[in-house]
């Protein structure tokens, strides 16, 4: 069931990175996109990027420093990856994971095109993140873990990944019946690295 899942969500984003299909049209991605707190300036200058496929903005929420490391969880296109770089700067660097080959050229001729030399795109599953222990300082995430068949794998990937003073942002969706305290009483009781 677990590998049905991933196909079926792999099949859909091959087909949106290769334009058979899109989260929404530009037009609408960018109203989307700013609805979502995301700025004028980020939709004009990333829309090739901008797939539309968000919930939220993690970028907007992420303490994201200077010469940090910081690592987005489902990367797609690389939108906000992009928007991570510039606030890394050239000492930092962002690395982008997704598990769809077609999404990973598409961000990595984005990055290209764009000039930008601070972002790595890796093919990988986010229930078995291909990055070192303790290596990122910012995690972030836009609508892709509830894609995932484990999350708890996930959480324990992402601590794992995490530096001890790491911080984590996702922007997704959950169950309506999921509170926000249980949610945070599981990750810190199975985690304890908040």
Request: some cysteine; proline content about 2%.
């Given at each position: ?9 792999e099949k859909h984003y ?53 010469g940090e490391t910081v ?20 000492t930092g660097k962002v ?100």
């Amino acid at each position: 069931m677990i590998n049905k899942t991933k196909k079926i969500v792999e099949k859909h984003y091959v087909k949106i990175a290769c334009g058979g299909s899109c989260g929404c049209a530009k037009k609408a991605s960018a109203v989307l996109s700013k609805s979502i707190g995301y700025s004028q300036k980020e939709v004009e200058e990333l829309a090739d990027a901008n797939l539309g496929l968000g919930c939220g903005n993690p970028t907007a929420m992420a303490a994201i420093r200077e010469g940090e490391t910081v690592l987005d969880l489902g990367s797609g296109a690389g939108f906000d990856c992009f928007i991570a770089a510039r606030r890394v700067g050239k000492t930092g660097k962002v690395i982008g994971v997704d598990m769809t080959e077609s999404m990973l050229k598409l961000a990595r001729r984005n990055a290209k095109k764009l000039g930008y030399t601070n972002v790595l795109f890796k093919r990988g599953d986010i229930e078995d993140l291909p990055i070192k222990d303790d290596s990122a300082d910012v995690v972030i995430s836009n609508c892709v873990i509830n894609l995932a068949p484990n999350k708890k794998k996930v959480f324990k990937e992402i601590f794992r990944v995490l530096k001890n003073t790491g911080q984590v942002y996702v922007s997704d969706i959950v169950w309506p019946g999921v509170r926000r305290v249980q949610l945070a009483f599981f990750i810190l009781s199975k985690f304890g690295k908040i």
